[in-house]
């Protein structure tokens, strides 16, 4: 049986503060696939650990094993895509593992007896173990298929903790919403989504291309910048590598060079 928890309503009530703050690393593992440490919490962001999702075989194979992960706090999935939520990667969780997905998409997670989902809406919230996790937009449609996707929508989240923060947009094109989270919680990390954006004409209304990403990061007034989803799945007809070296073209361009993370799959990063 699938349980699923109810979010609380949003708050702007600040977080009481700690002399020291907490620790916070990220670990790209590959496309959306991101573990975050906030102090003693772990999450993982869209995991997909299969070698292959329908259609498509992944190019570069998961920067950590399975085997390898920390005990996890809780997982988020952005949406409802295949490269985003895989049914076979979320299966393995502990039960006691909650997963946080957007609002109706708990049909598009079958077989997943015993597992925990938490609905978070836009714009409301949940603690989960010290952290405080907020569900805010994103300009993408979240169904498997075409047919369900006018009523699922894909979100992004916000980790806070002790005066530290981690905005993972999930995948999104680009909309005014970054100005809108970024004027409400100035995330101190950015993990933004930069590859699948050609042809323009197509990939325009779901993907934003390395220079709106930059105009993203800019809008959302963050510290550094985590590239995200490239690198993995060929989605669409750009180059594998080009997604990567256009944001540094782009970053060195704008001077913001020293502002982007390079990563490095498996390999842990923090900004302190």
């Known amino acids: ?132 996790i907020h569900a805010v937009p994103a300009r993408h449609f979240g169904g498997r298929f075409l047919a369900d996707s006018l009523f699922r929508r894909g979100a992004g989240f916000v980790l806070e903790q002790g005066g530290r923060s981690v905005y993972f947009a999930g995948d999104t094109a680009w909309f005014s919403g970054f100005r809108k989270i970024g004027a409400r919680f100035a995330p101190e990390v950015a993990a933004i989504p930069i590859g699948a954006y050609r042809p323009r004409f197509v990939m325009r209304w779901s993907h934003v291309n390395p220079e709106e990403a930059a105009r993203a990061f800019r809008d959302l007034g963050s510290r550094w910048f985590f590239p995200i989803h490239w690198g993995t799945f060929p989605l669409s007809l750009e180059p594998m590598g080009e997604p990567i070296k256009k944001i540094q073209e782009i970053m060195f361009r704008e001077k913001m060079q020293d502002r982007l993370v390079v990563p490095h799959p498996g390999r842990e990063w923090s900004p302190d």
């Open 1 to 132: 049986m699938i349980k699923i928890q109810r979010p609380t309503a949003y708050s702007l009530q600040p977080q009481a503060s700690s002399l020291k703050p907490p620790a916070l690393t990220l670990t790209w593992i590959g496309h959306s696939t991101v573990l975050i440490r906030l102090g003693d919490d772990r999450f993982l962001t869209d995991p997909v650990f299969s070698a292959a999702i329908p259609v498509l075989k992944r190019r570069r194979p998961p920067g950590m094993r399975w085997e390898d992960l920390p005990p996890l706090t809780a997982v988020l999935v952005s949406h409802g895509h295949y490269d985003h939520l895989d049914a076979p990667t979320l299966s393995r969780l502990d039960p006691g593992v909650p997963i946080v997905i957007p609002p109706r998409a708990t049909f598009l997670v079958p077989g997943l007896s015993g597992k925990t989902l938490v609905e978070v809406p836009p714009w409301q919230s949940v603690t989960i173990g010290k952290t405080l």
